[in-house]
């Protein structure tokens, strides 16, 4: 049972549009959301992060919005840039259910063309 | 550099051998994490440690499979009898937990590669 989806197996965008990311969680216990960066043959880089308490966090082009009673969060890129170019996964995590186990997606791998 | 490291990067074996990864995380940082990644999936949780206390094992982490951090700092992950279906990108992860940290920020390594053959 996949308890985090990212539906979008892969996104283009064009260089200094927006980037959306979209993450879809079903486990309502999840009270903290982190997004990834990955490019290949290396680990995953953390980029942002979020707690259920707050519905918007945002780190200069990088901005994560919570949408808890859709169990909905999304990344937002602007502007987006070539280097921007990698799989990004949305994970989650229980606190209050005290497990330190982070679920991840599967990951979308976003281009961004010049 | 003072991040993630771990070794060896890359690791083929035959069926049947034992191999062994090694992780040093980030320096004072009291939380190590092992997750396990294959293609086309997201990374998926093996174990993780508080300073040298196993606190958390998945079901994914078999017989087979032993996790170590003897003095709380860097750790190890064996694989005995390895099977194909072992063949997988390891990834060691630290954070840093503190009265008044969270440690939910969780930092990962550039991961070892796992070709079972």
């Known amino acids: 049972d996949q308890q985090v989806k990212q539906n979008s197996p892969s996104l283009s965008v064009q260089e200094g549009r927006i980037s959306i990311l979209n993450c879809d969680y079903t486990n309502s216990m999840f009270d903290y959301f982190l997004w990834y960066k990955k490019y290949p043959a290396e680990g995953p880089t953390f980029l942002i992060s979020?707690?259920?308490?707050?519905d918007k966090n945002e780190d200069g082009r990088f901005t994560v919005f919570l949408n808890k009673s859709a169990k909905h969060l999304s990344l937002h890129i602007v502007p987006s840039q070539p280097g921007d170019s990698a799989v990004y996964f949305c994970?989650?995590?229980?606190?209050?259910?005290?497990?330190?186990?982070?679920?991840f997606g599967k990951g979308t791998k976003l281009t961004v063309n010049p | 550099d003072t991040g993630v490291s771990q070794d060896p990067r890359h690791k083929i074996t035959k069926r049947g051998q034992n191999v062994t990864f090694r992780c040093d995380p980030i320096?004072?940082?009291?939380?190590l994490y092992w997750y396990r990644q294959t293609l086309g999936q997201g990374p998926e949780f093996l174990t993780y440690?508080?300073?040298?206390?196993?606190?958390?094992k998945s079901r994914l982490l078999s017989d087979r499979f032993s996790a170590e951090r003897p003095k709380g700092s860097f750790s190890t992950l064996e694989i005995q009898r390895t099977e194909q279906g072992d063949s997988a990108m390891y990834l060691c992860a630290s954070s840093l937990r503190t009265a008044w940290s969270s440690g939910n920020t969780i930092y990962f390594g550039e991961g070892s590669w796992l070709t079972v053959v």
């Open positions: 440690f508080q300073n040298e206390a196993q606190l958390e």
């Open positions: 994970a989650a995590k229980s606190q209050r259910g005290g497990s330190e186990k982070l679920v």
């Open positions: 320096s004072e940082h009291n939380r």
């Open positions: 979020i707690s259920s308490i707050k």
